[in-house]
């Protein structure tokens, strides 16, 4: 095993990286997820594209508005460390909104392709989440993916009655309406805009169909249910494997990752320890998986989604530690590779300015959870720096951010002591350590 050591010395990547190709990150990935001390490359969602560090919050709408230096990108990462992250998070959708939403989107489609081929370009992992707006239903716009968010979605109960992604699931075999639709409106041009981020999509992370464990999305299970031979987990699992593999004959270089969210359906009556619940959410992860080798092949990174509660973070400290031992059993009986593909702090705006007390949740929580001996990760992904309503008076403002912005601050604190630690990879360590991986 080839072990890393990081000076963690703060500082910025210059451009013209030489690019790794798909499966050199993969066992790049694989060693790191067994080091000893926990190694793991950190991620942050849209890092570069959206914060809200300073005095309002800001978002990337226009290319012209991206540089060509790396270095001279905002983020409120960088703002706080000094530091950009290994891995880029990003939403999908938002390279095809001028074909969902119409040609008026081109200017904030263009100004994603840029972002991410400049992270890319510059030796970083992109790792996209997919939040797909559903097909050949009318007037669909940006959060119409949500079953359970009516202002932004008041199509919901036409979803609940069309089940579209059920559909589309039963509409693979005759390659049907819904199928075709899926194919050509949303699968080909996606593979064709990954295409200019990564011409084989080496360095591209791609999640579609995540947390499908829950109701909120419209590919959730309560979804997909009816009197076709598909349904529940078959009928996720037929689109999701029929996507991976359109997408690596499109792009060989890319790594595909499935993931749920906290797997909370999981019957915990009666477990005698932490190891047999640990063994039941194995169980219930793999009960999710395709049981055609081919097909489970397509598939190389396992993930779960894990947010703490704002109102008992506490309760999810040793329950959250549990899930992920649970998925990394599944990864090591399955040689892939196991990631908390989604995380973040719910409690973090009114922590950071003392409306409610810090958790320190980057050390006493994602760190703890990372480096147990029965927990074995290669990467996190933090959920992005955004705000509906920035309302710094309000006794709970409830804005969603998950990076802290202030570095005199408690969570601030605890977010620059967790950067600064050898086995938080960033993307300068993720660029020398893959280096000197290259070159065993």
């Known amino acids: 095993m080839i072990l890393f050591q990081s000076c963690k010395t703060p500082g910025l990547v210059s451009s013209k990286v030489p690019l790794s190709n798909g499966a050199t990150i993969a066992k790049y990935l694989k060693t790191i997820q067994y080091s000893a001390d926990g190694k793991h490359l950190f991620g942050h969602e849209s890092t570069i594209m959206m914060g809200v560090g300073g005095e309002k919050d800001w978002e990337i709408k226009t290319k012209n508005e991206i540089g060509k230096n790396i270095s001279t990108q905002k983020s409120d990462v960088k703002e706080m460390t000094g530091q950009l992250p290994a891995i880029m998070g990003y939403d999908a959708f938002k390279l095809i909104l001028d074909i969902t939403d119409g040609p008026n989107r081109k200017a904030e489609v263009e100004a994603s392709l840029a972002a991410m081929k400049l992270y890319r370009d510059n030796g970083g992992l992109i790792a996209f989440d997919w939040h797909i707006q559903p097909v050949l239903l009318p007037g669909y716009r940006e959060r119409a993916y949500r079953m359970d968010e009516r202002n932004n979605n008041p199509y919901i109960e036409l979803m609940k009655k069309e089940q579209p992604f059920y559909h589309i699931a039963n509409g693979f075999a005759t390659k049907d309406k819904w199928w075709m639709a899926y194919k050509m409106q949303r699968l080909k041009p996606m593979a064709e805009r990954l295409k200019r981020i990564s011409a084989d999509g ?211 604190k605890d977010f620059i002591k967790y950067v600064q630690k050898k086995q938080s990879i960033m993307l300068g360590d993720f660029r020398s350590d893959l280096s000197k991986f290259k070159n065993h």
Do not use: C
């Not at 690596?248 to 047999?276: M, R, Y």
């Not at 704002?310 to 059993?329: D, H, I, R, W, Y």
């Not at 710094?392 to 998950?402: K, S, V």
């Open 202 to 412: 080496s360095g591209i992370i791609f999640r579609p169909f995540h947390e499908a464990d829950g109701d909120w999305f419209w590919w959730g299970l309560k979804w997909l249910r009816g009197d076709q031979p598909l349904n529940g987990k078959e009928a996720l699992m037929k689109v999701f494997v029929e996507t991976a593999r359109y997408l690596k004959q499109q792009l060989p270089g890319i790594l595909i990752a499935f993931s749920t969210d906290k797997l909370n359906d999981v019957n915990l009556e009666n477990a005698k320890d932490d190891e047999e619940i640990a063994r039941r959410y194995r169980d219930e992860f793999s009960s999710y998986l395709p049981k055609d080798s081919t097909d489970l092949a397509f598939i190389d990174i396992y993930g779960m989604d894990l947010y703490t509660g704002k109102e008992n973070p506490s309760a999810s400290l040793n329950e959250f530690k549990v899930k992920l031992q649970g998925l990394s059993l599944i990864a090591k009986e399955d040689d892939k590779i196991a990631a908390i593909t989604e995380a973040g702090d719910r409690g973090i705006p009114s922590e950071e300015d003392g409306r409610k007390p810090t958790i320190n949740w980057y050390n006493d929580y994602l760190f703890s959870w990372i480096t147990d001996k029965n927990v074995h990760v290669a990467y996190t992904v933090i959920w992005q720096s955004w705000s509906n309503n920035r309302d710094r008076t309000a006794l709970d403002p409830d804005d969603g951010y998950f990076v802290p912005t202030y570095k005199s601050s408690a969570a601030g």
